[in-house]
């Protein structure tokens, strides 16, 4: 089974039900912990009474910096809402580690940003180095990856399109929640993996809801592909793509057509005018909440409650 550890200002917890133990240990980082996992065992199995999990204020189990990659249209679903046809071919994008925050912060949309979206995205914590060249088989994951955390790749639609590129629209600061919980696996887990469900609610509305079934490239494969030019050590992050649900949809195709003929600056004046009649994107005051988990309970990444506000 998992354990799930969670990180505060000043500890490291294992987490029991409905409260949790300190970990003896002078981890600092989450690297440091992932190589104090005796410890961690140690707290789960102390039989101390422990603190109220509602009386800490949880950091991101992810410490920075760090590398943080993400895979690109990788679920089914979500290459539909996208307008995607046919083999879609794998792609990864870095987010800058800044974008890491808690899941209790508050996501910040930036003064000049209009067109705010959400993306639920399982996120895999590496457990030992990633060379080059690294060929990772089903078998291998319990190797490399030590744990799941909850991610939430926050995106400004508008930077992102305009500048045909994903680094700035998905590295502000807050743009990746992350936690609350940094659940590490046994070996008999990862067998699980395609059972885990994910969900985000905005202001309670389901947005997002599919299993890891949806997924086109999966774990082992994703690893695979990104050691081809990307190395990865203890502690970096993974955010393993997002399901169908977000705000961002594609165009029906004959407008697409007709926008493909434009200049781009009144292509994308024309688009985002449409998208402005669109309720799905996060707005001052929004409360997003994420959760990723299997039916049974055997992984429960525990529940990410964000607040979105405008920046001052």
Request: proline letters at 8%; one cysteine or more; aromatic letters at 6%.
């Amino acid at each position: 089974m998992s354990t799930n550890v969670l990180r505060t200002a000043d500890a490291w917890w294992v987490v029991l039900g409905d409260r949790a133990v300190p970990v003896d240990t002078k981890a600092v980082t989450t690297a440091e912990l992932l190589a104090d996992r005796a410890a961690v065992r140690e707290a789960a199995l102390s039989g101390d009474a422990g603190t109220p999990v509602a009386d800490l204020v949880a950091l991101s189990p992810v410490t920075t910096p760090c590398r943080v990659v993400a895979q690109m249209v990788n679920y089914r679903s979500h290459a539909r809402d996208s307008g995607f046809t046919g083999d879609i071919p794998p792609a990864f994008f870095r987010k800058a580690s800044g974008s890491v925050s808690g899941p209790e912060e508050a996501i910040v949309r930036p003064s000049h940003v209009k067109f705010l979206d959400y993306e639920v995205e399982l996120g895999l914590v590496m457990g030992a180095p990633l060379p080059i060249g690294t060929v990772v088989e089903e078998r291998d994951l319990p190797s490399y990856v030590a744990g799941l955390v909850i991610t939430n790749d926050v995106s400004a639609r508008d930077v992102q399109l305009t500048k045909t590129q994903f680094y700035e629209g998905k590295s502000y600061p807050t743009f990746t929640p992350t936690g609350p919980y940094l659940a590490l696996l046994e070996d008999d887990d990862f067998a699980h993996l395609l059972d885990l469900r994910l969900k985000l609610s905005v202001n309670g509305e389901l947005r997002q809801d599919r299993t890891l079934a949806d997924m086109i490239v999966r774990p082992a494969q994703a690893l695979t592909l990104l050691a081809r030019f990307q190395t990865l050590d203890p502690g970096d992050l993974l955010l393993t793509g997002t399901p169908g649900g977000t705000a961002l949809k594609a165009p029906p195709k004959p407008v697409e057509k007709i926008g493909a003929l434009l200049p781009p600056a009144v292509k994308w004046k024309a688009f985002f005018k449409t998208q402005a009649k669109n309720p799905h994107y996060l707005h001052h005051g929004d409360v997003v909440t994420a959760t990723i988990a299997t039916p049974d309970g055997r992984i429960d990444l525990g529940e990410q409650r964000t607040t979105v506000t405008d920046a001052h």
